[in-house]
């Protein structure tokens, strides 16, 4: 079973919001889409925490919120759920993640969504001078400057804390 890609390079909703906003920004287009984190930075030229992953989650009231979290990182669940005030939190389908965002798994990113979502984004997203995350195609990302992807997310009302750990802590 194929998935149909909602969108290409030139209607992507999450590349519109970055030039409606004047954000400078590049796009890297894989051969094919990257199989895991690691391969995707090593083929942008970048380190495993410059890629920004987009993780949606789903609440008990069925309400939805995006992470943002630099590679080599995953979600602190206990600290998650204890920000949020919920007892129960589990990731989204992937059809439900198509239906929120309007992006595949593997092409989302938080701007230019379907849906109004709660937007998280662990501060060491911003650690990097340089940043990419999804750019709304499978198989392409968007590569832009922290600080303007940082001012995008301030406008849109995100968070920002450590909801992450690092993969080899636990």
């Known amino acids: 079973m194929s998935i149909r890609e909602p969108y290409t390079l030139e209607t992507s909703p999450l590349l519109a919001a970055l030039r409606e906003a004047g954000v400078p920004y590049r796009v890297f287009v894989h051969a094919e889409p990257p199989k895991s984190l690691a391969r995707a930075a090593q083929e942008r030229g970048q380190r495993l925490e410059q890629v920004i992953r ?3 989650f789903r609440t008990a009231e069925h309400r939805f919120v995006l992470l943002l979290l630099p590679g080599g990182y995953r979600a602190d669940w206990a600290g998650l759920r204890r920000y949020l005030r919920q007892r129960r939190l589990t990731l ?6 198509l ?14 969504l379907r849906k109004p979502v709660r937007l998280l984004a662990d501060e060491r997203i911003f650690a990097a001078e340089e940043v990419s995350l999804g750019s709304g195609v499978r198989g392409a990302a968007v590569i832009l400057r922290s600080a303007d992807l940082r001012r995008v997310l301030e406008a849109q009302g995100a968070e920002f804390g450590r909801f992450g750990v690092a993969e080899e802590e636990g």
């Open 99 to 112: 239906e929120v965002t309007g992006y595949p798994i593997g092409a989302v990113g938080p701007l230019g």
């Open 92 to 97: 989204a389908r992937p059809d439900e993640v």
């Open 54 to 56: 987009s993780i949606l």
